[in-house]
């Protein structure tokens, strides 16, 4: 590689909204803090490990000289400066053996889309020093001035156990919004899948996000308590959020992973999976009960019902549906799908 040019790290998992905007991913943290969640493969074989601020800083550095030298060769190939496909072209043309730099697509990627967002990894990057992500998030919103976004998963434990007087710190140092792994509502599936957090853990977490300025996304995780707990998971998941209140909700329905017990037990048949159909029924039941004004989102492949005509049954856009507004009309078209799947 050209020694000009130095190696930058990044982790593998980011939410899809992220993907859909290409944000610029920074590795905080490496793996999981907890990764106890029998549902849950992503870091399963990893160790978890904190990541010094002169460690993260050295990989915004590497960037930000990448990031130079397209914008130079930008500035010079047309008259705005805007970071083109041609730009990019030749950058790669006079450093060909930055082709095989692990993470150059992703970079360019967000370039190319304006370079305003950006995602922290991994899976509980507030559990870092309050300080050390300030100095991070500084540091980062001086290379790229053009940043409007800032997001990163969180445990809402570790959001439950912060300071609030740090969460605005770090909020207004330049974290926007936080994803948070909610799965469930229901007390006795907490336990069972071990998620490390009670309904009053999340409530907690969910509310000290929210008034600390943060947007935040609650994932919440439709099947995950099979038939048997099925309508405990639905309802008393509905009301966990409905005393958050969050800005997002996002639908992950479950599927039993390779690497986790859940998958184990799928393969031997003990598992009481739902049908499409159940799955269905049962986020209906939590749709029905949530009165929030947050935005509902199925913003992933694993929520692809097909309707009546063979096209998505519900939206994947990142926006998802209003609520109160398009409640109606979301239940209108779970109904259609659970007559479909009949
Ligand atoms: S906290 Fe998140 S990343 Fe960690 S084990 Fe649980 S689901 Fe996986």
């Given at each position: 590689m050209n020694t000009q040019f130095k190696s930058f790290e990044t982790g593998i998992y980011r939410p899809p909204s992220e993907g859909g905007s290409s944000s610029l991913l920074v590795r905080l943290t490496r793996n999981c803090p907890w990764n106890h969640c029998t549902f849950c493969a992503m870091y399963k074989e990893e160790k978890f490990q904190l990541r010094t601020p002169e460690e993260i800083i050295q990989d915004i550095d590497a960037m930000h000289a990448i990031y130079l030298q397209i914008q130079d060769i930008a500035d010079d190939t047309n008259p705005e400066g805007r970071i083109t496909h041609e730009a990019v072209r030749i950058f790669i043309r006079r450093?060909?053996?930055?082709?095989?730099?692990?993470g150059i697509s992703m970079l360019v990627e967000w370039m190319l889309a304006g370079g305003k967002t950006v995602f922290l990894q991994d899976?509980?990057?507030?559990?870092?020093?309050t300080d050390h992500m300030i100095q991070v998030l500084t540091y980062l919103k001086a290379c790229f001035?053009?940043?409007?976004r800032i997001t990163t998963y969180a445990r809402s434990k570790t959001i439950a156990k912060k300071p609030a007087a740090d969460l605005e710190k770090i909020r207004k140092a330049g974290l926007n919004r936080v994803h948070i792994?909610?799965?469930?509502?229901?007390r006795e599936l907490l336990k069972a899948v071990k998620k490390g957090a009670t309904p009053e853990d999340h409530i907690k977490g969910g509310i000290k996000a929210l008034e600390a300025g943060f947007q935040v996304s609650e994932y919440w995780m439709p099947g995950?308590?099979?038939?048997?707990?099925s309508e405990n998971h639905a309802l008393n998941t509905a009301d966990v959020l409905n005393k958050i209140n969050p800005h997002f909700i996002r639908s992950r329905p479950f599927h039993p992973y390779p690497g986790t017990d859940f998958y184990e037990k799928a393969v031997r048949n003990q598992l009481d999976l739902l049908s499409p159909k159940e799955l269905l029924m049962e986020i209906k039941q939590t749709i029905q009960a949530l009165k929030v004004t947050s935005r509902v989102c199925f913003?992933?492949?694993?929520?692809?019902w097909a309707g009546p005509d063979g096209m998505l049954l519900l939206s994947q856009s990142y926006e998802g549906y209003k609520f109160p507004e398009e409640k109606n009309r979301l239940l209108d078209l779970i109904e259609t799908g659970i007559r479909h799947y009949s």
């Open positions: 450093t060909p053996e930055l082709s095989f730099h692990q899976a509980d990057s507030l559990i870092m020093k001035p053009k940043i409007e792994g909610l799965e469930t509502g229901d995950l308590g099979c038939r048997s707990q913003d992933h492949a694993a929520n692809g």
